[in-house]
T-cell receptor
Framework: GQNIDQPTEMTATEGAIVQINCTYQ??????LFWYQQHAGEAPTFLSY????GLEEKGRFSSFLSRSKGYSYLLLKELQMKDSASYLC???????????FGKGTTLSVSS | GAVVSQHPSWVICKSGTSVKIECRSL??????MFWYRQFPKQSLMLMAT?????????EQGVEKDKFLINHASLTLSTLTVTSAHPEDSSFYIC????????????FGAGTRLSVL
């Protein structure tokens, strides 16, 4: 089985930094994905962490602690277009589908 | 990243009709594709895993005779919603892994189905 816990909603202002936390419990672990989903659209890939530590990609960074079952997505220099849902998806077995929780809906205001 | 094309984007149909949704990997071969469904303000729910040349694997609670999946080639999987009813109205999304060994799933743009 799999259990994913993220805050349901977050708000922030343009230019700010926001951290979206994710805790998970899975049977087996092969990595963790973060996806972004704008309302009415399909998810787009943001990051993939396999090892502990921080992965940085421009304004977005993702951190993983395997021992703690914990990850976060860090968004810097927030823009209005960053308003979206952010989905944390732990991956337990190669070749299988990603299972998503409800995600975190981020609202960025000016 | 890899590109997954999904067609149609929108479809409106009468109750009782069947609707076919196509999912194509444009610049790679996908031995495995996945079909998801998402109701408003809900999470993406995996419906089935589609394997090229073999029968799809359906998740618990998904009727295989109602949601027919065909994966006849390495670049095309289709989902047919048979005898659609208003409760089937939803956002259907396909995804594919770009190649064996890579775990990243790339998603199509989704199909919004409205059954009248």
């Amino acid at each position: 089985g799999q259990n994913i816990d993220q805050p349901t909603e977050m708000t922030a202002t343009e230019g700010a930094i926001v951290q979206i936390n994710c805790t998970y419990q899975t049977s087996g672990f092969n990595g963790l994905f973060w996806y972004q989903q704008h309302a009415g659209e399909a998810p787009t890939f943001l990051s993939y962490n396999v090892l502990d530590g921080l992965e940085e990609k421009g304004r977005f960074s993702s951190f993983l602690s395997r021992s703690k079952g914990y990850s976060y997505l860090l968004l810097k220099e927030l823009q209005m277009k960053d308003s979206a849902s952010y989905l944390c998806a732990p991956f337990n077995q190669a070749g299988t589908a990603l299972i998503f929780g409800k995600g975190t809906t981020l609202s960025v205001s000016s | 990243g890899a590109v997954v094309s999904q067609h149609p984007s929108w479809v409106i149909c009468k109750s009782g009709t069947s609707v076919k949704i196509e999912c194509r990997s444009l610049d790679f071969q996908a031995t495995t594709m996945f079909w998801y469904r998402q109701f408003p303000k809900q999470s993406l729910m995996l419906m089935a895993t589609s394997n090229e040349g073999s029968k799809a694997t359906y998740e618990q609670g998904v009727e295989k005779d109602k949601f027919l999946i065909n994966h006849a080639s390495l670049t095309l999987s289709t989902l047919t919603v048979t005898s659609a009813h208003p409760e089937d109205s939803s956002f259907y999304i396909c995804s594919a892994r770009a190649w064996t060994g890579e775990n990243i799933q790339y998603f199509g743009a989704g199909t919004r189905l409205s059954v009248l």
